[in-house]
């Protein structure tokens, strides 16, 4: 099973740029992460910025699904609707956040 | 360099924009012209006020609070400090705006006052080892100088910048009177000028028999040393 796998992923022509976009994917991720910490930032606006990833990363990863869409891909497919799933929630309670902190203003 | 996929040529990009973002956030935000300082307000006892509004204005164009706890209380003697510990560097200050009311007097002051940029971030630079050592939560301990803004009796203003071991004068301002309008006479709801010295001052009547048979009457508090030059500095 083992080496047919490795034998598709290596006939695939995009592998090799497969590879190219999980890198990018890191580096940007790693980037967002200096981008968000590089200056003074408050305790709320640094879990603000951080519940925004799942978004990011679930976007940068439907790049990834719908460009690469062979067998040996499967792993990020699985990747891209746990993170979709995991954004819809985070999007959701931030968006409960924000209507809840209505009820203090005066 | 390999031919990039389309993909990979917006990854590419956002990389990019990203990383040219960070770099403008680096330079807008200015950490090495940024230090840690703490700043109040402070009065004689015998000339007790109430501080409506004063901040700094920084060289950013932002503002920073000065502690006016103490002083509001009445409980600050000339030249007290009532900082509270910085927790994140600022930039520093380029002019104070200050609004308060003089209990002695009955008179209403604002005014605001140009600081001498130079010599502070003169200081800031030399200096900052003669400052306070301040802890912080889950990191290293900072040095710290702190501002301290005194008012004198007839609307005289100073302003020292001190560290642990030096005090230095900054600035002194005489300070303009002007007519309460609206909200500066407000204490919990609006008052007449004379119901707002009676309620927003916590004096005592013992004090007040003082005040009136002119207690600390010919003191020039903007001659005279702080507190913290006669007793504190060590």
């Known amino acids: ?106 | 360099m390999k031919k990039l996929n389309k993909l990979n040529r917006v990854y590419l990009v956002v990389l990019i924009l990203l990383t040219v973002a960070t770099a403008i956030k680096i330079v807008m935000y200015q950490g090495w012209k940024r230090y840690y300082y703490g700043a109040s307000v402070s009065a004689p006892s015998s000339y007790p006020i109430r501080v409506n509004r004063c901040e700094f204005i920084l060289a950013n164009g932002e503002t920073a609070y000065l502690g006016t706890t103490q002083v509001n209380d009445q409980n600050s003697d000339w030249g007290d400090g009532d900082y509270s510990d910085p927790h994140r560097k600022e930039r520093l200050p380029v002019a104070l705006v200050i609004d308060y009311a003089d209990y002695r007097s009955q008179q209403f002051y604002r005014d605001s006052i140009i600081l001498p940029e130079k010599v502070i971030s003169e200081t800031f630079k030399n200096e900052l080892n003669k400052g306070e050592e301040v802890s912080q939560y889950q990191s290293a301990p900072v040095m710290s100088l702190n501002f301290v803004v005194g008012v004198a009796n007839n609307g005289n203003i100073i302003v020292w910048l001190r560290g642990k071991s030096f005090e230095k004068v900054l600035v002194k301002h005489k300070a303009s009177i002007h007519e309460p309008k609206a909200d500066d006479t407000w204490y919990e709801r609006r008052l007449s000028r004379k119901g707002y010295f009676n309620q927003a001052f916590n004096i005592d009547s013992a004090q007040n028999e003082e005040f009136k048979k002119g207690f600390d009457k010919h003191a020039n508090y903007i001659d005279t040393p702080s507190r913290f030059k006669t007793f504190m500095m060590r």
């Not at chain 1, 992460?33 to 003074?40: A, L, M």
């Not at chain 1, 990363?57 to 497919?77: D, E, M, N, S």
């Open chain 1, 1 to 106: 099973m083992l080496p047919e796998n490795t034998k598709e992923s290596l006939t695939d022509p995009n592998s090799d740029q497969a590879t190219k976009s999980v890198l990018f994917i890191f580096a940007i991720l790693v980037m967002c992460g200096i981008f968000v910490s590089c200056t003074y930032t408050t305790e709320d606006e640094e879990l603000f910025l951080w519940t925004l990833i799942c978004p990011v990363i679930t976007i940068l990863l439907g790049g990834y699904t719908f460009t690469y869409t062979g067998k040996a891909h499967v792993g990020g497919r699985i990747l891209f609707y746990v993170f979709l799933v995991l954004s819809a929630i985070s999007i959701f309670l931030i968006w409960y956040l924000i209507e809840l902190s209505h009820a203090y203003s005066h």
